[in-house]
């Protein structure tokens, strides 16, 4: 939550310069603490008992115990009660310009099911208000920072960026190129059409803009080679779904399933080939893994394939409540705990998800698979924060000089 929603509202002139005291049961403030990786992951987390959020000018300027001088002279007090807080919460992977067809979809009946029934509701015109209604939703539960994929509908990334910056979360959207076609309108601008046509329209959107692949058999191989290759150009992250299906791993390895006959001579070339690898393999053949990647989902990784990916530098987004609803099972969690992989958390979108409150993919990993709460408190801040290239922006801690962002930890992730 912003520390703004705790100002007066009676003075909005002078509400950026109110010295705000904002007060908790607890606050865990990751100051100090680099992203976590491995055992690092379960080492404890540094609480301050009965304290108090120092806010200047929406900037943290304290997190200090409340009986040591309490509150500035003049602040504005807000007591918050028996909570515990936590530096604000990122939703590293979400689809914000699908928000419209919330419940609209197959669950539980596989991938490819699922995919049949997105695919008719994608000629439906992205709606303004579903989106700024998610966004104002992720950032009423203490979600500031999103990856949003985008490039699946016309006029899509603008609506989403426009709907983020409404709610006031921060945001770097990813480009999907889909399909096998040539990549490059002009040899030059790596964005994927409507993206292009998006940044045409409001060219300052381009440094919250990466280019993406949609997955190994949905992109062609030139093209998400050349989409890494331009996020490494520029510096950005570059993100695609992985090892999300277990129809995924099937076209991929042998050519056939129900994944081919729904994309086949639709998406897939005529003359397609499958490469005869898994996914990891293939990712890796390509050249698409390494410190610069963010890959998404990963359920279908074995033991040996997240020793691999860890060892690549890439990072992995888990979005567990979608694949349980899908019924795409559930990745290989502990072991990629202690792989030493980069692991941040998203929810996926309204499609496969009832909401995008990431603090609830952590809870579902807390009482499904025991995952204990600091890891998890890892993942959702300052690890997301590492995995969307958002740590200089003062994401994933509370401390002096950081934006004073946070969530409020759910009962389940405090100790």
């Known amino acids: 939550m912003s520390p703004a929603a705790y100002a007066p509202d009676s003075n909005p002139e002078g509400r950026a310069h109110q010295v705000l005291a904002i007060r908790a049961r607890s606050i865990v403030t990751l100051a100090g603490e680099d992203p976590a990786r491995g055992a690092r992951l379960f080492a404890p987390l540094k609480k301050i008992d009965n304290a108090v959020l120092i806010v200047r000018d929406g900037m943290v300027d304290e997190v200090r115990p409340w009986s040591a001088g309490a509150a500035p ?28 067809l919330a419940e609209r979809t197959r669950w539980g009946k596989g991938f490819t099911a699922w ?20 966004c104002a939703h992720m950032a009423g539960t203490g979600t500031l920072y999103a990856g949003n994929i985008t490039g699946s509908l016309p006029g899509g990334m603008l609506l989403a960026d426009a709907a983020c910056r409404e709610a006031g979360l921060a945001v770097n959207h990813f480009c999907e190129w889909f399909g096998f076609g040539a990549p490059f309108a002009d040899g030059v601008r790596p964005w994927p059409p409507r993206c292009r046509q998006a940044l045409e329209d409001d060219p300052f959107l381009a440094a919250r803009c990466a280019p993406g692949g949609h997955a190994l058999y949905s992109t062609g191989p030139d093209i998400l080679r050349a989409a890494k ?3 490494v150009r520029m510096g950005r992250i570059f993100s695609f779904h ?4 277990p129809e995924e791993t099937q076209l991929l390895t042998t050519g056939d399933g129900p994944l081919r006959q729904c994309y086949d001579s639709v998406v897939l070339p005529a003359d397609w080939q499958a490469p005869g690898l898994r996914p990891l393999a293939y990712a890796f053949k390509l050249g698409l ?12 990784l074995d033991a040996q394939e997240v020793e691999v990916l860890a060892a690549s530098g890439a990072a992995l987004c ?9 019924g795409l099972g559930v990745p290989p969690v502990r072991d990629l705990l202690e792989s030493g992989c980069l692991l941040c958390l998203g929810t996926d979108g309204l499609t496969s998800n009832r909401d995008l409150d990431v603090r609830q993919e952590a809870v579902w990993l807390r009482e499904h698979l025991d995952v204990p709460p600091e890891a998890l408190v890892r993942l959702m801040t300052i690890n997301g924060a590492e995995a969307l290239n958002m740590l200089q922006s003062g994401a994933g801690r509370l401390e002096p000089g950081s934006p004073a962002d946070f969530c409020v930890l759910p009962d389940a992730l405090t100790y």
Not at 118 to 130: H, N, S, V
Not at 242 to 245: G, K, P, W
Not at 318 to 326: A, F, G, I, K
């Open 318 to 326: 888990l979005c567990p409540r979608s694949n349980r609803n899908l």
């Open 229 to 231: 290759q331009d996020c």
């Open 289 to 300: 893994l390494d410190a610069g990647t963010l890959a998404v989902h990963g359920t279908q």
């Open 242 to 245: 992985l090892a999300e299906s």
């Open 115 to 134: 995919l049949q029934s997105l695919i008719p509701l994608l000629r439906e015109a992205p709606d303004p208000e579903a989106a700024e209604n998610a």
């Open 73 to 100: 002279a003049g602040a504005l007090v807000r007591d918050l009660g028996p909570v515990c807080l936590a530096p604000a919460c990122v939703n590293a992977h979400t689809h914000l310009e699908l928000s419209h």
